[in-house]
T-cell receptor, first 111, second 113 residues
Framework: RKEVEQDPGPFNVPEGATVAFNCTYSNSASQSFFWYRQDCRKEPKLLMSVYSSGNEDGRFTAQLNRASQYISLLIRDSKLSDSATYLC????????????FGAGTQVVVTP | DGGITQSPKYLFRKEGQNVTLSCEQNLNHDAMYWYRQDPGQGLRLIYYSQIVNDFQKGDIAEGYSVSREKKESFPLTVTSAQKNPTAFYLCASCTGSDYNEQFFGPGTRLTVL
């Protein structure tokens, strides 16, 4: 079983719509959670950290459910520029920043 | 401008040759990492280094080697022992105070012919 699992998609979303997707993780000792964005053939970039109480950054909302071991990302009012692959990233629980990456969820926003 | 650079962007090598990928950062970060990305898979950790002259194996270190002689530089050598070296290689770094927020270089796409 993979440590971090994501639905690969693609999620085809009309411009202006809302899209949400989840990620499950297997290591119950994980303390830190993130969403990274990766554009095609580019490097991943940190989108947002996920706090236990959930957090919002503009049109993006992240939630953490420790009991069920999943995190979610919701994008409101989707823009064409939101088209990318979203990587779910979990700290493995050690102190040296060993991150476990999901394979990514592809989002395609259409006009 | 501060950042992480990797060169070259695309690299082609013949099977059986060793090849070294460059990673340089001027962010004054202590920790540096090498990942490999294959289609349909998450990034997998090859090696990481927390301080100069020290590095640790990641999850898939076999067939790779690294050095960390300077804080700014963390080159990765893909040896002929690596059975499937064709991949997208990403270097990352982060400060010693927050190991979670990693900044990535633009990557090197290695193709072994």
């Amino acid at each position: 079983r993979k440590e971090v699992e994501q639905d690969p998609g693609p999620f085809n979303v009309p411009e202006g719509a809302t899209v949400a997707f989840n990620c499950t993780y297997s290591n119950s000792a994980s303390q830190s959670f993130f969403w990274y964005r990766q554009d095609c053939r580019k490097e991943p970039k940190l989108l947002m950290s996920v706090y236990s109480s959930g957090n919002e950054d503009g049109r993006f909302t992240a939630q953490l459910n420790r009991a069920s071991q999943y995190i979610s990302l919701l994008i409101r009012d989707s823009k064409l520029s939101d088209s990318a692959t979203y990587l779910c990233v979990v700290n493995s629980g050690d102190s040296w920043g060993k991150l476990q990456f999901g394979a990514g969820t592809q989002v395609v926003v259409t006009p | 401008d501060g950042g992480i650079t990797q060169s070259p962007k695309y690299l082609f090598r013949k099977e059986g040759q060793n090849v070294t990928l460059s990673c340089e950062q001027n962010l004054n970060h202590d920790a540096m990492y090498w990942y490999r990305q294959d289609p349909g898979q998450g990034l997998r950790l090859i090696y990481y280094s927390q301080i100069v002259n020290d590095f640790q194996k990641g999850d898939i270190a076999e067939g790779y080697s690294v050095s960390r002689e300077k804080k700014e530089s963390f080159p990765l050598t893909v040896t002929s022992a690596q059975k499937n070296p064709t991949a997208f290689y990403l270097c990352a770094s982060c400060t010693g105070s927050d190991y979670n927020e990693q900044f990535f270089g633009p990557g090197t796409r290695l193709t072994v012919l």
